[in-house]
């Protein structure tokens, strides 16, 4: 007769085996999420990063055919530009709450939840591209206020006028392709923005230079183009999501119900989204502002050096834009384990980019530089300049990708916080420092702008964590 000690020793074998089985299965689930949100984060940036490839390629198109038609109206058109863009980032930014609340409900399972969520923010869209437009008609005193000299201001007045006719199109564009990214879709979007990439060149060719029966209008033209293109965008995705693509699935032709909670949700994400994108826009419009305090050379050196890291951004902002998508479905699934994953793989994947893109920086700073310009004084600046920028592209790349990770989370005061903290306090006061005080001028400058990211990219990643500890304790019922 076996003993009891016998069967203690067998039951804790089998405990012991069973645990061992347990873990190993759970480490074996925990690399197949991994792999599977590495894939899935590849497929939503790579249309994402070439659709807003592609709209950074419309403007370059835009900027190129109006320069050479004539420097004048190339003024006009950077004037009309810089303001109508800051506008239209802001109210991009107010309807952010498309794409995250689409996500939610996706990952919870919740279709015909996300064609609601479309259906709100439409009119919401609406409205504020309406209001934008209205804002920006009146554009000589609009003009007036920023000071232009008076043929500047109404050559540019001009020009915003007719932008401002496109605002409410660009909107219901950028709705419609919200909601197909939050539903993991994003091809439609992308070839919307290639196709009208090629009918830019051709439109811009023929109401700039005057072509086909029309006369020469120079950067009046070539928004005519843009407003053009946009109504074309609107109504082709308009197409796609009511009338081609699922919309018996996602009931995008059955009206909502009244729901004023539904609405403020929609709201009260993209408030936050629009502060934190005017207060980066903003400091970093006071900081062209300072740059050309130095002097036309440094200007024209911090210009280019801005451009080269926004081109970067670009690339940043499609991986931070798919990382929401995936972070708003790992919230709508309430998975903090999933959630992490998609954090800590995007955070990895953006950066592994980043590295690239500050390779080739420090490699080539010089070539980079005279792609800009002829000017040797004004590439002996820039070099270095570029160079810097690998460290830029890094922390700005990060700052980037955690803040939509976060808004994807829907987490938004703190972060739009921390980035003002980061860019305001902290970045302004630095540049002040840097550059004029201590005499290290557009150099000076940079170096307090990589500070500021790096303290916004550590701000947002400690964010991140501490959100992610919330969840594993308190649960999902905040």
């Not at 409410?168 to 539903?183: D, Q, Y």
């Not at 996602?250 to 989204?273: M, S």
């Not at 903290?421 to 840097?434: G, Q, R, S, T």
Request: charge should be positive.
């Amino acid at each position: 007769m076996r003993s009891e000690p016998f069967y203690k020793s067998k039951l804790d074998e089998t405990r012991d085996s069973l645990l061992s089985l347990r873990e190993e299965r759970e480490n074996r689930v925990f690399k197949l999420k991994i792999l599977r949100c590495c894939k899935e984060t590849w497929k939503l940036a790579v249309p994402v990063v070439i659709a807003r490839l592609g709209t950074v390629g419309m403007a370059l198109v835009d900027t190129i055919v109006v320069g050479r038609y004539g420097t004048q109206d190339l003024a006009y058109q950077s004037i009309a530009s810089t303001l109508h863009m800051l506008c239209l980032s802001v109210a991009m930014g107010m309807l952010q709450g498309t794409i995250v609340l689409t996500a939610n409900a996706f990952g919870r399972g919740k279709y015909r939840e996300c064609g609601q969520v479309l259906r709100r923010s439409i009119p919401y869209g609406l409205l504020i591209g309406f209001l934008f437009m209205v804002a920006c008609l009146p554009s000589r005193f609009v003009m007036g206020l920023l000071g232009q000299p008076a043929d500047v201001a109404e050559g540019s007045a001009k020009v915003l006028s007719v932008y401002a006719l496109g605002m409410p199109f660009a909107l219901m564009f950028f709705v419609m392709s919200s909601f197909l990214e939050g539903t993991k879709r994003p091809v439609p979007g992308m070839v919307m923005i290639l196709l009208a990439n090629v009918i830019n060149i051709f439109a811009s060719y023929i109401f700039v230079y005057g072509h086909a029966g029309f006369p020469a209008m120079g950067a009046i033209g070539s928004a005519i183009s843009t407003t053009l293109i946009r109504v074309i965008l609107a109504v082709g995705m308009f197409i796609i999501v009511f009338c081609i693509d699922e919309n018996d699935l996602y009931g995008v032709w059955v009206k909502p119900e009244k729901n004023k909670e539904e609405n403020r949700r929609i709201r009260d994400i993209g408030y936050g989204a629009a502060a934190t994108v005017g207060v980066e826009e903003g400091s970093y419009s006071v900081v062209n502002i300072m740059a050309g305090w130095l002097g036309a050379v440094a200007l024209g050196a911090y210009t280019i050096m801005l451009n080269v890291s926004s081109n970067v951004f670009v690339l940043a902002n499609g991986v931070g834009t798919a990382s929401s998508v995936l972070m708003g479905i790992a919230k709508g699934k309430k998975s903090v384990m999933d959630m992490q994953i998609v954090g800590y793989t995007g955070l990895v994947f953006n950066l592994l980019i980043m590295m690239l893109c500050s390779a080739f920086f420090l490699l080539c700073p010089q070539l980079i530089a005279s792609v800009y310009t002829t000017d040797a004084e004004l590439i002996t600046m820039t070099t270095p300049l570029v160079m810097i920028c690998s460290l830029m592209c890094l922390f700005d790349g990060t700052q980037q990708v955690m803040v939509n990770v976060l808004r994807g989370a829907v987490d938004i005061f703190v972060p739009t916080l921390c980035q003002g903290v980061a860019f305001v306090f902290i970045m302004l006061p630095l540049i002040w420092l840097f550059a004029f005080k201590w005499g290290y001028g557009v150099l000076g400058m940079t170096y307090a702008m990589i500070i500021a990211c790096a303290c916004a990219a550590l701000f947002l990643i400690v964010r991140f964590v501490l959100i992610c500890r919330h969840y594993k304790e308190s649960g999902f019922e905040r």
